[in-house]
């Protein structure tokens, strides 16, 4: 896994072999830092990315200068990887947690600035994730949400669609929090 600018810029971290998760790929990754470098001051904004995998979109948050981001990992296995790669950074405003992201999105009252999700893409409530989000009030005034997902689905006639952005085969829907 390769950091692509910030602090940590070209760092890699070895991504064990037994993962099973789908990164977001280099390519799509940097082009999606490109829009929101455009949408975001990093040293103000509290980010959320959920279904976190190997944790590059979260470490590549904290490397630009977000100071608090949650990620939320369910696999042991991933969550573990996340953990060492904090330490092996020592990026203290990353905050993995080992929990299911749908009941973080039950239980949290936290607000965030940012939320970033790349659930997989065949889980069947995949559809109901925006909602989630955007219906309970998890995002600030202005927040912006970014959904990873794969061509099969289209959110723009939600209210609060801003923009999709295709990369190859990985599809970024944006929401932005209008209340």
């Known amino acids: 896994m390769r950091i692509i600018s910030g602090k940590y810029k070209s760092r890699r971290i070895q991504v064990p072999t037994n993962f099973k998760a789908r990164p977001t790929t280099d390519f799509a990754r940097e082009n999606l830092f490109n829009v929101l470098n455009n949408?975001?001051?990093?040293?103000?904004?509290?980010?959320?990315?959920?279904?976190?995998?190997?944790?590059?979109?979260?470490?590549?948050?904290?490397?630009?200068?977000?100071?608090?981001?949650?990620?939320?990992?369910?696999?042991?296995?991933?969550?573990?990887?996340?953990?060492?790669?904090?330490?092996?950074?020592?990026?203290?405003?990353?905050?993995?947690?080992?929990?299911?992201?749908?009941?973080?999105?039950?239980?949290?009252?936290?607000?965030?600035?940012?939320?970033?999700?790349?659930?997989?893409y065949e889980m069947p409530e995949i559809e109901t994730i925006p909602n989630l989000i955007l219906d309970h009030s998890h995002l600030n005034e202005g927040g912006l949400f970014v959904f990873e997902h794969s061509k099969k689905f289209n959110f723009a006639d939600y209210d609060s669609f801003m923009e999709e952005r295709v990369y190859g085969s990985v599809h970024f829907t944006f929401f932005k929090n209008k209340q």
Do not use: Q
Not at 92 to 112: C, I, M, V
């Open 39 to 120: 949408l975001i001051d990093w040293e103000e904004t509290n980010a959320l990315d959920l279904f976190s995998g190997t944790g590059s979109v979260a470490i590549e948050m904290v490397s630009r200068g977000c100071p608090r981001v949650v990620c939320v990992e369910m696999s042991p296995i991933h969550y573990n990887f996340i953990s060492k790669a904090k330490d092996i950074l020592k990026a203290n405003e990353l905050f993995p947690l080992k929990a299911d992201a749908f009941k973080f999105l039950a239980t949290s009252h936290e607000k965030f600035d940012l939320i970033f999700a790349d659930p997989p």
